[in-house]
């Protein structure tokens, strides 16, 4: 495995995670103090954010630093320790050696999905066949608990999102722009099936079309 040759060093990656935050609460894919997201600092350590905050406007020294058996390193501003959800962090990088970063999110119209039952629509928009592929529905889990972290587990090996129902969804990525696309991406395809489905019928790509995306001709 490469060691880690991203270049990013630890404040940048702390001032990354202020601007990954603002740009969520901005974008209405967190309300309230929802949502967490982490970084790896190096193989044995990650930067996550703080419990209770807001994310929507954090400072560099809110995030904390745990090592990979979710111990804490480094506590926050205030002495404040991790989100409740490092459990599921931890477990996605376990399962994905490849990944440098986490976002966990509640995007409305996403979540809306899960709550009518309603899998993920991933063959209705070419670019999401493309960077996403499809995105899997983890069973109900107790949020903020390792049950999360269990649930995603399986999923999360393969796939670089997963839907939490009732809930969020995390996407993962071998860069913190790679993560927040796909997470962008996910909410865009869900408003725009919700949408479609409210105008009439909400068409999937022709299968012929679809093959020749997966294969790139
Ligand atoms: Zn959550």
């Not at 839907?163 to 696309?181: F, K, M």
Request: no cysteine.
């Amino acid at each position: 495995m490469r060691p880690f040759p991203w270049g990013l060093r630890e404040q940048r990656l702390r001032e990354a995670l202020v601007e990954i935050g603002a740009r969520l609460y901005a974008r209405g894919l967190i309300s309230a103090n929802d949502g967490n997201f982490s970084v790896r600092l190096d193989a044995r350590r990650i930067l996550i954010t703080p419990r209770g905050r807001s994310k929507g406007w954090l400072r560099p020294e809110d995030m904390v630093v745990l090592d990979m058996g979710g111990r804490v390193l480094r506590m926050g501003r205030g002495r404040v320790g991790p989100s409740s959800e490092w459990p599921m962090h931890i477990e996605a990088y376990r399962q994905r050696p490849d990944i440098i970063a986490v976002l966990h999110a509640h995007p409305p119209y996403t979540v809306a999905l899960t709550v009518a039952g309603v899998p993920f629509p991933s063959e209705v928009l070419p670019e999401v066949v493309m960077t996403v592929g499809s995105v899997p529905t983890a069973r109900l889990a107790m949020p903020s608990s390792e049950d999360d972290a269990l649930a995603i587990r399986e999923w999360i090996r393969d796939r670089n999102a997963v839907l939490l129902p009732h809930h969020g969804v995390v996407t993962v990525g071998r860069t913190l722009e790679e993560a927040w696309i796909i997470l962008e991406r996910v909410e865009h395809a869900a408003k725009v099936y919700l949408l479609s489905r409210v105008l009439g019928e909400a068409r999937l790509l022709p299968p012929e079309f679809l093959a020749t995306l997966v294969t790139g001709g």
